[in-house]
Every structure is written in C-alpha cells, then in structure tokens.
C-alpha cells in the first residue's frame, strides 16, 4: 500500500497517511502511548507494535505538530484523551467523505495540536492550556482561580513569542484578552530580576481608565501567583508629589500616560536603566497626531536593549512602520555573542537584529458572531429623547452610551436623570475622585447605565455590558469597533445600537459594507423595539 497525503490548503503543507507496515519506518523516534491513555489494541491487529500507535512529528502552517497513528480497537478509558467523536471516520487512504474540511480547521480553530488517528475514531487530544506556554507555574495557578485556564487563539500566539524575548506588534479584536498577553511575561520577567531592579516593566496607556484597570489587574496577578512585584499608576491629573513617592517604594511595573512618565523621567525620579519590557497598549490611538511626539520622546530614552510591545484591535501597516521608525534600534549582536557596540575593534561578523515583527491575528468575528448590530434613526435634536424611550423599552442589564461631544456627557446624563431614568457620567474634566466613582459604580451595577465621551471606548474591560449605544456616527471605522467592544467581552453576547440622522445613516451603510457585518433597521412604538419589516409601522 501506497502512502497517501492530504494537501492541507496549499501544497506545501502536507500531512502524510501511511499504509500500517511503513509507520514504524516513517517515525524516527517511536514512542509508547500507554502514558497517554492509549492502550494496546487487539494484538491480532497491533503490526508488529509493542502499543496502540506511535507518535511522529510534521510541520502545519509552519507549527509544529503531534499526529498520533493509532489502531482500530480504543481505549474504554478515556479520562486523559480529552474530547473525542465517533462521527469521525480516518483510514490510511484518507479521510472519509462525511468528515469533510473540519478536519483543516482542527489546528488552528479548535485549539488542537495532538491528533490520534485511528480508522474508526479520531482521538482529539487538548493542548490549549496555560501550562503548556511554558508560563510560570504560580501565575497557571492564579489563573485557575479566576476559572481562566484555556487561553486564547492571541495568548497562544504572543504568550511564547514574548517569553522567547522577541519585539511584537500585535493585533486582535476587542475581548480577546491583549492585556494577559503582556502581563504574564511581564510578571515573570519580575519574578527572575533583582529585587534592586525597578521598574521592570513599563507599560503606557492613553487614558486614565485603562491605566487603572490593567495597574489593577497587575496587583491581583501578582498577589495571587505569589510573585513579589507591585504596580504603581502614573498618570496627568493626579498629584505628582504621590506618584514620587509611590516610586520610592520600588514598584516592578509603572503603568501610566506617555506625558507623564516623560516628565517623572526628566525630573529623575522614574529610573529606566533597569526597563526590560516596555509595552504600549491601544497603539493606534497613541500614534495620533496629538500623542505622536510624545510616544517618539518616550521611546528615544528608553533603553536599547528593552523588550518593546505594542497592540491594539485596529491596527494598520501604516502604524506598524510608525513603530519600527520609534522604536531603539536594538545593539548590533557579533557572531561569537559579543556586543558590537562595546567600542572593541574586533574581525568578526554582525548583523542587526531587526526591530519589531507584526502578528495579526485572524479575525475571531467577535462583531459579526456575538454582536447584534441595531440602527435607529433619529434627528440630532431628538436623540436624547429618543434614548430615554429606548432605555425604557429595553430595559437593558448594563448600558454603556459614547458620544463623540465630550461637552455633552453632562448634559445627556442631567435629562436622563431629570426624566427619571438614572445614570452616571464619564469624560476627561471631571477629577480623579468623581472618574473613578462613576467607572466603580458602574462596574459593580449600583448604576445600570454610563454615558461618556469615547474616553472609554479604549481597552476597558467592563463585566456584563449588554447594550453599547452609539449617539453618533464616525467616518472611521475604528471608533465604531472600539465602541462595541465594550460589550460581548470573554464569549458573551451583546447589541450594539447606533441611533443617526440621514447623513449618519449613509456613513454606517459604508461601515457596515467594510467590516461585513449586517446591521438591522429598528423603530420604536407602543413602548417597544419593533423591525419595521416584520410590523410595517413607522416611528412615533
């Protein structure tokens, strides 16, 4: 019998079937699989194998990949296999023809890495844990206790890039846990520095909100992993004397605003030389025009030799070239390990190593599978009015509303509030005390709905969010996702509602056109949400 192959979408990548009698000669390292619950199989049928298969390793879309060959008769205990399907049907000539193209999905959709093949069962064997990214043991466990142990399709690309000291730009939808990406590294390049060294990471965001929320998440990693490093938040509008002293007290992590870290740097009161990891979450946003020359100063003082990060869920090409340009150049490396750069006249070879690799990860259709997009139409003078109707027929478990007027976050909030429909307010001018009431009240549900400016569209993580309501419409596509990211977070599902005049309307048709979502008209009636295709009425 002939050996068979299955071209797994482009030629080059193939995984080759081997008629019994060839396996053994195909694998170079045959192992037993009775540590892995596969037992012996009928031994009438077992060719000439001391166990129920063997183990060779090939190449998948550049991954390295376990395939299992294994035999007709099947283990009755199954504890340690993992998920399996009778419904599968794989022989040496290939695949049946009922199992279709799932099978090439396997590897990359599902998580899977090690296939066992039998010809009347495919064993499917879960390798998608935290443990197996070569994280540190405590942090595996202090995930397990937030009930997170599978990580995701971004985690499981990132998480060993980092950890193998590479510069990543890398970008993935809203939900899919970016921030763990970094922390986790972070931690652990803590848990192996000197406890004199501080900071060891750096990591900058553009508001105040999300420097809080990943500050916070930082602290309760760290406590419960047991790992012995703090965070501390440096950010514009708090007082500056505070922050000193809160980097007196050596903090393993400085989170904080690129404005603010520039100027604790310059007044020598935040050290960099001891900076192994410096990460700029919402890239995108901070590479605006107005945050640009800041991040360009931040990044010319920082260390050479640093591990630089940078992510977001829009980003481009364009932004990726802003970063390579910002970034140090890393020291020039000898052939025999040296460094180039120590000013030694030495005959050997050098190469520079390049500056930051772009991961983009395939889309996971957060927006297209787990958001219901609405669209109301409105006319700007009825907007508030028109929210406070819908607000009160949909009774919504949490509701996040944006509006593009920062000004008009107050006064929005003031007639909700005076028509009996409660509400806090979020934007920029109000004080530390009065952003953090309004975000730790919405947070814990003592208010149910949170009017703010897109000052919160960026990276929050807020439980529970079950309707974004969008009071206007941007030209940009990417303030529209970072909106409805607030809600669907960790796999749930949610409705983003967009309420827009006529001109509005014609922007979101060419939103909807370039993301490939379907975004569906509603009307509101008789103290209802209604389709005006199902009921054939018109607004009142």
């Not at 998480?159 to 510069?167: M, Q, T, Y």
């Amino acid at each position: 019998m002939k050996g068979h192959e299955l071209n797994a979408r482009r030629k080059k990548n193939r995984i080759v079937f081997l008629a019994p009698h060839k396996r053994r000669k195909a694998a170079k390292m045959p192992e037993s699989l009775s540590d892995q619950a596969i037992r012996d199989g009928n031994p009438g049928i077992g060719h000439g194998f001391e166990s129920g298969g063997i183990r060779i390793s090939v190449q998948f879309r550049a991954k390295k990949v376990d395939l299992v060959l294994g035999f007709r008769q099947i283990p009755d205990e199954r504890e340690d296999i993992g998920s399996y399907t009778r419904s599968t049907v794989i022989t040496p000539k290939g695949i049946d023809s009922n199992f279709q193209k799932p099978f090439l999905r396997l590897f990359e959709d599902k998580g899977f890495n090690i296939i066992a093949l039998f010809s009347r069962l495919c064993y499917r064997k879960r390798m998608n844990s935290f443990s197996e990214l070569s994280i540190d043991p405590r942090l595996v466990s202090a995930l397990e206790k937030r009930s997170i142990t599978v990580p995701t399709p971004v985690q499981k690309e990132v998480i060993p890039a980092l950890l193998a000291g590479e510069n990543l730009l890398f970008q993935s939808e809203t939900g899919t846990g970016k921030t763990f990406c970094y922390l986790i590294p972070a931690l652990m390049k803590c848990a192996l520095a000197a406890k004199d060294q501080s900071p060891v990471a750096l990591i900058v965001a553009p508001t105040h909100e999300l420097g809080s929320q990943i500050k916070s998440e930082a602290n309760i990693l760290a406590k419960d992993a047991g790992i012995d490093a703090n965070a501390t938040l440096c950010i514009g509008g708090a007082p500056l004397k505070r922050q000193i002293d809160a980097l007196k007290e050596k903090p393993a992590i400085v989170v904080g605003g690129p404005a603010r870290i520039v100027e604790l740097i310059r007044m020598k009161k935040l050290k960099v030389n001891a900076i192994r990891m410096v990460v700029l979450d919402e890239t995108d946003r901070m590479l605006a025009p107005e945050m640009r020359d800041m991040i360009r100063e931040l990044l010319s003082i920082l260390p050479r030799d640093a591990q630089y990060v940078a992510c977001s869920a829009t980003l481009s090409r364009y932004h990726a070239t802003l970063v390579e340009k910002m970034i140090p150049e890393r020291p020039k490396v000898a052939a025999d390990g040296a460094n180039a750069d120590d000013g030694v006249d030495k005959p050997t070879a050098t190469h520079t190593q390049y500056r930051i690799r772009m991961i983009n990860l395939p889309p996971e259709d957060v927006l297209k599978r787990n958001i219901t997009h609405w669209a109301l139409f409105s006319e700007g003078r009825d907007k508030i009015e028109t929210l406070r109707k819908f607000l009160i027929a949909e009774h919504p478990g949490k509701a996040l509303i944006f509006t593009a007027i920062a000004g008009q976050v107050e006064n929005i909030a003031a007639q909700l509030n005076f028509k009996k429909v409660p509400c806090s307010a979020l934007h920029a001018k109000l004080d530390k005390i009065g952003r953090k009431k309004a975000m730790d009240d919405f947070r814990a549900g003592r208010t149910k709905v949170l009017v703010t400016s897109d000052l919160a569209a960026r990276g929050l993580d807020i439980p529970d969010v079950t309707h974004v309501i969008q009071l206007d419409v941007n030209e940009n596509e990417d303030f529209f996702v970072h909106r409805a990211g607030r809600t669907a977070r960790a796999g749930k599902s949610g409705i983003n509602v967009v309420f827009g005049d006529e001109f509005e309307m014609k922007n979101l048709a060419k939103i909807e056109k370039r993301l490939g979502i379907v975004i569906y008209p509603k009307v509101l009636y008789g103290g209802a949400v209604h389709t005006p295709e199902q009921d054939g009425e018109q607004e009142l």
